[in-house]
């Protein structure tokens, strides 16, 4: 079984050898909280435990009396009765070497030789066994770390489980909770990870040197609600901050609907330069994360699909992805966002940037499909390569609303390739130059930089005046810019002409672009349905058009629009219905129609 499947199975609640649906694992977890059958633990009723060895808590356990070997007692919570930390336990006192890990087994405050062992059957645990509250006021992090280092399997019953953030910077330069190999940790609904406020490193779950490690729908707040953002100075304390950490030598990671926000740095932060990642994230919701939802600054293999990311910023650089390598021996290799979706960003929604990387080791290859940007600074930007090997390409993308660009390409020459974007509506800040605001803008703005190498295909961009189609230019005064190798071909609706195509250098020069036509005026007659038929001359046919009539003829006229023609002869050509105030049609009626087509992305 593979490792994804493996992991959708422990989700569904396959332990124990019996399938157990979402409702069944609420229900178990209901059952442990009020001392029932629970996961193999039999109550006191099912099992011969004696009234003088029933428990209130695990404190009580290990304040009791030495007794035989397999003796067994039972703790009716862990730090309060019914909390969902209790159990059965047997007393194996011929051991003096056992790793007492305060869940599975228990010391006794009464004999240095000798445990507490748990009876349960293997499977997955919740992390209430190893004194996890859930309350929202205690500190959590000592006894889910416990229960991270015992067991491989483990689930979080609804709560909020607080985290310090600092604590546990002895395993690696962020603080917070840190899985081990070969794990698995579901959330119940309603189950999340809290960190309480700190102004250092941290992070609400660490991946730090590991392997084959599953994150089931892992819900983590940053304290980002918790302490002011004005006069932050230091940079450490206004950027580092993550709900999920990911770095070192990290291999085979797989996160399912993860809700990441509130972080004072990042939602995800992936650093991993030294091993093959292979990180899967699939759905989630990233959002109000202080920096970027989403940095990628060094992986191999890294996919992303249909994740959601909304208003992340506060601190540079206000992206929702962002993906930028530290430097040259941080690789961006094999990274792709399928169906992806960004939403509200000063910034950017997607991004690649190599400003700190000179150069690159190895080649860098990021793929962007079926992606949507709405109402972001910008919704594609591509920035600051200059020599980096490898290629960029997008495709099937859609960007809705920009405040200023569609896409945005600048001081680029690393290979972008860009097939079937479409643009609706940019420069919604309304910059007073509309080329500022333009659906795509190449430019070159530093000294001795290039921008080049740039195919766009299938571009289509929609507008109402408020920018233009596309900007490709220098910028005044520089020594040494240079534009090359740019090709664009598309269409447009609603906005000016591309500008300053004159100042590219060398290489390829190809820009084809046409206006669609969306405005005419008809003077004809009506047929005997009462039908106007008019081509409309549009490569694309539009969505919606609006239709106005005047005739010379006696009594009031409508007109309503009914749509494309249907006869295959006939693909290019609306058809308008001419009816009197009866409802009837107007057969044979010298009439003029005129009527205006717009195109809306939804």
């Known amino acids: 079984m593979d490792r994804r499947r493996f992991a959708q199975n422990i989700a569904s609640g396959l332990i124990g050898g019996g399938l157990l649906s979402e409702g069944d694992i609420e229900e178990s977890t209901r059952k442990h909280a009020l001392g029932e059958n629970n996961q193999g633990t039999p109550s006191p009723s099912d099992v011969s435990v004696s009234e003088e060895m029933c428990f209130s808590t695990i404190a009580a356990l290990k304040d009791a009396s030495v007794p035989e070997t397999d003796t067994l007692a039972y703790a009716l919570g862990y730090h309060e009765i019914g909390d969902g930390g209790g159990g059965l336990f047997r007393w194996d006192g011929s051991v003096d070497s056992v790793e007492i890990d305060g869940g599975l087994r228990v010391a006794s405050r009464k004999s240095e030789i000798g445990v507490w062992q748990r009876v349960i059957t293997d499977g997955m645990h919740p992390v209430t066994l190893w ?23 483990l689930y979080f019953p609804s709560g909020t489980y607080l985290i310090n953030g600092s604590e546990g910077q002895s395993r690696g330069s962020f603080g917070g909770v840190f899985p081990t190999s070969n794990q698995v940790l579901v959330f119940g609904r309603g189950a999340k990870l809290q960190v309480m406020e700190d102004d250092g490193y941290y992070s609400g779950i660490n991946l730090t040197a590991v392997d084959d490690v599953s994150l089931i729908n892992p819900h983590v707040q940053g304290d980002r609600q918790l302490r002011g953002e004005e006069n932050c100075q230091n940079r450490q304390k206004c950027e580092f901050g993550h709900c999920i950490n990911i770095q070192g030598g990290v291999s085979n990671v797989y996160i399912e609907d993860p809700v990441c926000h509130d972080g004072w740095g990042d939602g995800l932060y992936v650093k991993v330069p030294n091993t093959r990642l292979n990180l899967t994230v699939v759905g989630g919701h990233f959002y109000n ?34 993906v930028e390598p530290n430097g040259p021996d941080y690789p961006v290799q094999d990274i792709q966002f399928i169906g992806c979706t960004a939403r509200s960003h000063k910034n950017a929604g997607f991004s690649v940037a190599f400003g700190l990387a000179s150069s690159l080791n190895e080649e860098a290859s990021v793929h962007f499909e079926g992606c949507t940007s709405e109402n972001d600074g910008c919704g594609f930007l591509h920035e600051a390569a200059q020599g980096i090997p490898g290629i960029v390409t997008m495709s099937d993308c859609v960007v809705q609303r920009p405040q200023r660009n569609g896409l945005m390409v600048e001081n680029w020459d690393t290979s972008l390739v860009v097939s079937d974007l479409t643009v609706f509506h940019p420069n919604r800040s309304q910059q ?121 003829g006696s009594g009031l006229l409508h007109v309503v629009f009914c749509g494309l023609a249907t006869e295959a002869e006939e693909d290019d050509t609306l058809v308008f219905r001419v009816f009197n105030n009866q409802g009837g049609p107007v057969s044979r009626a010298n009439v003029t129609v005129s009527w205006r087509a717009r195109f809306r992305p939804y």
């Open 131 to 153: 004194g996890a509250r859930g309350d929202g006021k205690t500190d959590d992090r000592p006894a889910i770390q416990r229960a991270l280092d015992a067991h491989s399997i």
């Open 289 to 322: 994360n202080r920096r970027n939802g989403i940095s990628v600054v060094g992986a191999r293999g890294a996919t992303f699909q249909g994740t959601r990311l909304t208003g992340n910023g506060g601190t540079s650089p206000h992206k929702g992805i962002d």
């Open 432 to 552: 007073s130059d509309p080329r500022r605001g333009a659906a795509l803008r190449i430019e070159v703005n530093s000294d001795d930089t290039i921008t080049g190498n740039v195919v766009v295909s299938d571009f289509t961009c929609i507008g109402d005046g408020k920018g233009s189609a596309i900007d490709v230019r220098r910028m005044g005064g520089r020594s040494g810019d240079i534009l090359e190798n740019i090709s664009i071909e598309g269409e447009s609706c609603g906005l000016k002409d591309y500008s300053n195509l004159s100042d590219i250098n060398r290489g390829t020069a190809s820009v084809s672009f046409s206006n669609w036509k969306r405005e005419q005026t008809v003077t004809t007659t009506t047929n005997e349905d009462g039908d106007v038929r008019v081509q409309h001359g549009l490569s694309t046919p539009p969505n919606v058009v609006h239709a106005t009539l005047k005739t010379g």
